[in-house]
C-alpha cells in the first residue's frame, strides 16, 4: 500500500486547510485509516481515525469540534478536514493505514505511513 497525502502550507490562526490521502493498492476499504502529526523532538500522535467502511471514527480530544475525518472509499482517498487552526496544530502530518478495518489510536497499529504533510499556522 503506497500513501500520499497533499494539502498542507502555511496559513493563519483561524483558518481552514484540507488533507488528502491517495491509497494505492488493492481493498482500501478492508483498511482503517488513520492521520497523525508530528512536532520535532516529540512523538507522533493520533489526530483523527476511521474504520474501513467509515461508519466508525475517533477524533483526539486537542482537535475535536475542529477537525474531521472522511473517506472515499470508490476514489481510495481519505481526508482531513482542518477549521479553526491554531499555532500548536503547527506539524508534520503523515497518513496512515492499518491491515484491518478497525480503527485504533496507536501508532503502531499501523503498517503503511506517508510521507507526511507540513503544516504551519501562523498567529
Known amino acids: 500500500v503506497q500513501l500520499q497525502a497533499s494539502g498542507g502550507g502555511s496559513v493563519q490562526a483561524g483558518d481552514s486547510l484540507r488533507l488528502s490521502c491517495a491509497a494505492r493498492g488493492r481493498t482500501f476499504s478492508s483498511r482503517a485509516m488513520g492521520w497523525f502529526r508530528q512536532v520535532p523532538g516529540q512523538e507522533r500522535e493520533i489526530v483523527a481515525s476511521?474504520?474501513?467502511?467509515?461508519?466508525?471514527?475517533h477524533i483526539a480530544d486537542s482537535v475535536k469540534g475542529r477537525f474531521a475525518i472522511s473517506r472515499d472509499n470508490a476514489k481510495s482517498m481519505v481526508y482531513l478536514e482542518m477549521n479553526g487552526l491554531k499555532p500548536e496544530d503547527t506539524a508534520v502530518y503523515y497518513c496512515?493505514?492499518?491491515?484491518?478495518?478497525?480503527?485504533?489510536?496507536?501508532?503502531?497499529?499501523?503498517?503503511?505511513w506517508g510521507q507526511g504533510t507540513q503544516v504551519t499556522v501562523s498567529s
Open positions: 476511521i474504520s474501513g467502511s467509515g461508519a466508525s471514527t
Open positions: 496512515a493505514a492499518r491491515k484491518v478495518v478497525t480503527t485504533t489510536t496507536v501508532a503502531e497499529g499501523y503498517a503503511y
